[in-house]
DNA sequence: AATGTATATTTGTATATACAATTATTGTAG
DNA sequence: CTACAATAATTGTATATACAAATATACATT
């Protein structure tokens, strides 16, 4: 990818500023392609990954706190997206027993079958995305994006 | 970066999955940074990047499809980010005398100024995020980037 | 010139997300 | 026990973004 070319510019980008449009490119894209490949299941991307969090935990509940610790989104968002999921009858939620403060969020059944057949949809869409990354390179990138000062 | 304990799942992800999830991860704590690093001049990182394109154009106004073509985001809404713009006195906007369909948008010295002020708060964050990458990783950084399918 | 088609942008609206305030419950100091 | 602070989640709302439709102009065919 031309990063120069794609915002069109005539001077010479800094390195940094052009890491960084680069990765907003890349990602952007990336979204668009998981999103694309979730839509005929008619789940959103945080949704899915809602999902994925609670089948990680493997049949111990999650507190709000839990989830949305793990997400790129506030909890306020969080209730919401596990409010769709309810509706959908794809995770249970209750009061927790010991502290009436807390919820515990769980992945039904239901939500067990459709998340088997989004990761399908999902991988092929991730492999495609990196197919041209080898295994050693993919370790390399992830080292790299770790030297990004994520704190 | 743990990623496995990021999102806390006890089974093992696989390779495409963890890089995808470290990059979104990573992606969302920059637009964060750049964003904190914007909030003190009350304009958006997708504004910034507006004036940014237009002063890489070198007084050469574009039109609305250019700038979109550029950024991010769908062309009903870099429309409105001009309308903002327009508002705050940094850009001008007139019909195209050529071809009344489009318009011609400008930085105005209002814009460049306020941008100036600008880049140096945003270059700051860049570095800081960045400052562990040395030159040869930041390129090998864009070569891995560029490996992953945007098409 | 009249009609249909393509192009460029804008408007309307639904969903997604961020931020602030609120509610409910629990913990704790006096 | 009461008052206050801390914790957990939710609700309200403003902004951001995506998607669809509408508007305006230009171009092409007859």
New interface residues.
Partial sequence: ?N?EK??????EL???????I??????????EE?QAALKPFEVSLQQF?VL??L????GEPANMF?IN??M?TKMSNTTRLVDKLMAKGYVSRQTCPSNRRKVEIDITPKGRDILLKMDKS??ES????????N?E??????I???????K
Avoid at 55 to 58: E, H, N, P, S, V
Wanted: charged share 25%; glycine share 2%; proline share 0%.
């Fill in positions: 990818m990063v794609h915002i069109q510019t005539s001077s800094r390195t940094t500023t052009r890491s960084i680069h990765l907003t490119l890349v990602h952007h894209r990336i979204q998981l990954n994925r969090i089948r990680g935990r493997r839990t610790d793990r790129v999902v991988a991730e492999s495609h995305l990196l197919n041209a990354l295994q390179e993919l370790k390399q990138l992830n790299l994006l770790d030297k990004i000062k994520v």
